[in-house]
């Protein structure tokens, strides 16, 4: 199956994958997770997804560490105030991107949620972990020996998910309205009739 929808060489449209769009819904971050490990294969294929990942004029202003020395994913936890999670991941692949403009921004968030996915279709669960001051970022730089030049913005953390345990405080999850979020046409205006 490809992603790259639309007409092919046979002149025939591709397939839809309606199951694509249910599991595309159901993505959600994990921040518990058991402590069997992640296969080191399985982290390959990760990157090799993430390397395809678009970025503005193609740019591909990352570098990725994967991290599954658990003493080191302790250290990352212990980095600002919302990388706690990583403490109990099996593995996790640090992001480190160069230049600070809002489409190397864009490109992170690109490649993390691509990962996530990814992740998913492996049966791995995931999520994200934002590195998000200075400071922070100087402590994971030292930690894992980044160049200057490269900015540790983020990590995915990676396991499989423990799901006796509660993944997120409420507040955390659940998604406002789509009336709330979206217009059609105009500012405010609803769907129409033939979207419903
Ligand atoms: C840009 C960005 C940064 C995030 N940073 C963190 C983080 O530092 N720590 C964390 O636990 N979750 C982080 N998250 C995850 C969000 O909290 C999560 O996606 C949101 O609460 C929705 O949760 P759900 O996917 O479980 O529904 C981040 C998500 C995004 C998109």
Known sequence: MSLRAGLMDDGTMTTPTPDVLAALRSLRQSRRFLSTPVDDKDLQQLLEVARWTGSAKNTQPWHLVVVTDPETNRALAGCGDFAGFLEGVTASIVVAVEGESRAVAYDDGRLQERVMLAAASL??????????????????????????????????????????????????????????????????????????
Do not use: C, H, N
């Open 123 to 196: 049966g791995i669960g995931s999520g994200t972990a934002w590195f998000s001051t200075g400071e922070s970022r100087q402590r994971v730089r030292d930690l894992l020996g980044l160049p200057e030049k490269l900015d540790p913005w983020s990590a995915i953390g990676l396991g499989y998910t423990d799901v006796s345990q509660a993944q997120a405080a409420p507040q955390l999850s659940g998604r406002k309205p789509l009336e709330e979020i979206s217009s059609w046409g105009r500012y405010g205006q609803p769907a129409p009739p033939t979207a419903l």
